[in-house]
DNA sequence: TTATAAATATTAGTAATACTAACATTTATA
DNA sequence: TATAAATGTTAGTATTACTAATATTTATAA
């Protein structure tokens, strides 16, 4: 069995690493139940820093400002994505099974059990969905890709590229369809709750199977086979 | 000749319509340049204030704060966008034909002749691009919505949503599709500009036409028919 | 066990942001 | 010319986004 672990965590996106403390690890937990509740523009430290009976410096330590707590939080993301399509597609050798799976685990990376105890995975899917982009969205993304922020979500869209090509060695454009599976998951999850109109899709109490379904059909006919 | 007007521009958006007054223009010229320059987090009325010579009390006489501005923004380039298809599809009756105009007119909107003096159209779209989704990724989307603040989206969205079933009328998901061609025109240029290794498209000094190609294969194979 | 270092907490501070109130001045209109 | 509407000016508050300095607690090593 694969062990999730975070060593693809860029070493610059944090001060001193969450991980190997008890406050760091806080940090994290809390981070992720205050973002979730305040949403990202009315979280800060100073708030968070009471939710853990803590203080602002002492967050500071470990993160320079609450940007890179959340792009933190969507890299953990990603690696959490590629590790439960690594677990779930282990010794699968047929690539369109492959691609079943993934899109399972690109819809809903919350239904599998309990990764870490401190990361509340059904909160941290609602921090992608609703702010997710908002880590990449900045004049600071051209600096941060090259200090190598972005190279978890890269290699999981290689992983979906890879299978792409395997089912269709010929289609043009295997990585903006990889990332485009992946965005149009969460961007059609966010307007079934939010934007209902510009959907077609229900989502009643998380359940995403209509969603599964949406980017299966999407897949399937991009690729010319069923997926 | 359809003639571009703002009335579909939600009264709730502004307290005072900037459309109507010398300065309501200029914060809305300015907040372009500045928004697009500085991006929309370091963006502040105050530093809008002084590169319009003017003050903030006078700015926040017409927008409650800065998210309602880059809303107003994104709203006004939703309505652009639809007159634009509305003119470039006048008379046409041919729908493949009129989901091709969509499609390029989703792609870049800002080749088409200037619209108002002073909107630049070009950095309007770059904030679409980079800032675009953060006007709807917030807390209170559920009451902006209520408020009617999303009804160009939606207008534009069932536009489109009709010419997909007038060229397959059994097609299950035309609200998706076409949120989802919008949605991946803006994030396919946005990773192209930014996060290459996420796309397989090359856009170099803003010359959109690989996008149009990939937007329209999606198109077609969705619809499993050539646009 | 004690010494020492590392981590955390406390206090206090600054500059900038996101506003609001009160009032003065300019500009438009009746 | 009177009046209203719009804009400008000044001044203020609460919050945010930090940083510095120092005190205290906790972990580890001699």
């Known amino acids: 069995m694969l062990i999730f672990t975070e060593i693809n965590i860029s070493k610059g996106l944090y001060l001193r690493d969450p991980l190997q403390t008890e406050l760091g690890r806080k940090i994290i937990?809390?981070?992720?139940?205050?973002?979730?509740?305040?949403?990202?523009?009315?979280?800060?430290?100073?708030?968070?820093?009471?939710?853990?009976?803590?203080?602002?410096?002492?967050?500071?330590?470990?993160?320079e400002n609450k940007h890179l707590l959340l792009?933190?939080?969507?890299?953990?993301?990603?690696?959490?994505?590629?590790?439960?399509?690594?677990?779930?597609?282990?010794n699968i050798e047929d690539p369109k099974k492959k691609l079943r799976i993934i899109i399972q685990n690109f819809v809903d990376a919350t239904i599998e059990n309990p990764g870490v105890a401190f990361v509340n995975e059904k909160k941290l899917h609602s921090i992608i969905i609703m702010e997710g982009s908002k880590a990449y969205h900045t004049k600071s993304v051209d600096n941060e890709n090259k200090e190598g922020f972005f190279k978890s979500y890269k290699a999981l869209n290689q992983k979906v590229a890879d299978v792409i090509l395997e089912i269709d060695p010929s289609f043009p454009?295997?990585?903006?369809?990889?990332?485009?599976?992946?965005?149009?998951?969460?961007?059609?999850?966010?307007?079934?709750?939010?934007?209902?109109?510009?959907?077609?899709?229900?989502?009643?109490?998380?359940?995403y199977s209509e969603v599964v379904e949406l980017i299966r059909l999407f897949a399937s006919r991009m690729l010319k086979t069923e997926i």
């Open 29 to 63: 937990s809390c981070g992720i139940e205050l973002i979730e509740e305040l949403g990202f523009e009315k979280f800060t430290f100073g708030k968070l820093s009471k939710k853990m009976n803590s203080n602002e410096p002492s967050i500071y330590r470990y993160f």
């Open 71 to 90: 792009l933190y939080l969507v890299v953990w993301y990603w690696n959490w994505v590629m590790y439960l399509i690594d677990y779930n597609t282990k």
């Open 173 to 207: 454009y295997p990585h903006s369809l990889a990332s485009n599976l992946f965005e149009t998951a969460n961007n059609q999850i966010f307007f079934a709750e939010h934007l209902p109109k510009l959907t077609d899709l229900k989502v009643k109490s998380k359940n």
